[in-house]
């Protein structure tokens, strides 16, 4: 007889470390996997948010949850935080969110921001995945990434004529590497029972950003098959599934919630 679906998607007795747990998507699915049980470290360069957070998710979900201090441009800081995780009870899921980029175009980049971009968003998701390796090998566990539908696609430039927001160069590309880099460790960690999937996320911007500039979100609803941007809580779903036994045949995939965006 098939497990149920509620067995296949219960996390209980499982820890989830999640990087950028505290921030828009981040903290969507730190909530998803401590709606299903499991215990959450909530990891950022922000310590006091990454508390908050944590106390949110033990009082709104009755599961252990922690904030740890994470710093992914400083090899030392990786190296403490994946130790202070690994201690108690560990962690079976690794959960790639984070993100602190900086807003520049083609003509306003430079080579600081690039390499901030690409340390932040490409080396910093490898140097912690390596970090996390022994732990995440003795629990036969799962690594989620976060991707872009920049990996994918160009940013349209026309979206961004005329309106402060930009997107950088630097971000697609380091996203792309992300995907690539996740169907690698699904075929080189398989043997360790280790499952590497991603998500790439479509346009969601912050509410703030909606309001304030109602142009800009205007064209992003335009672009949009669905013919809106996503919903915050939009992103659990997929989270769900790649990091519970609902996905357990799952290895090597990018699933797009993006409404649709990279279709056209």
Request: proline content about 5%; glycine content about 10%.
């Amino acid at each position: 007889m098939s497990p149920s679906l509620t067995e296949l998607f219960s996390l209980k007795g499982k820890t989830a470390l999640v990087t950028g747990g505290a921030g828009l998507l981040g903290g969507e699915i730190a909530d998803a996997l401590a709606e299903l049980g499991a215990g959450v470290i909530v990891a950022s360069r922000d310590l006091a948010k990454c508390r908050a957070k944590a106390a949110e998710l033990a009082a709104r979900h009755g599961i252990a949850a922690r904030g740890l201090a994470l710093d992914l441009t400083d090899r030392a800081s990786i190296r403490r935080s994946i130790d202070d995780a690994s201690r108690g009870p560990g962690f079976d899921i690794l959960v790639m969110c984070a993100w602190s980029g900086r807003k520049n175009s083609w003509d306003t980049i430079n080579d600081d921001d690039w390499d901030n971009d690409i340390e932040v968003s490409l080396n910093g998701v490898y140097r912690t995945i390596k970090a996390a390796f022994p732990m995440l090998r003795s629990r036969k566990g799962v690594i989620l990434n976060i991707g872009s539908m920049y990996g994918h696609v160009a940013p349209d430039w026309r979206l961004y004529d005329g309106v402060p927001q930009a997107n950088p160069p630097s971000y697609g590309a380091a996203k792309a590497g992300v995907i690539q880099f996740t169907r690698y460790l699904a075929s080189f960690l398989a043997p360790h029972g280790i499952r590497a999937n991603c998500i790439s996320p479509g346009p969601f911007p912050f509410e703030s950003t909606q309001k304030e500039f109602p142009e800009f979100t205007a064209r992003l609803n335009a672009k949009s098959p669905l013919g809106r941007v996503g919903l915050p809580h939009e992103i659990k779903g997929a989270a769900a599934l790649l990091c519970s036994d609902a996905g357990s045949y799952m290895t090597g995939q990018n699933i797009c919630v993006d409404g649709g965006w990279t279709v056209w």
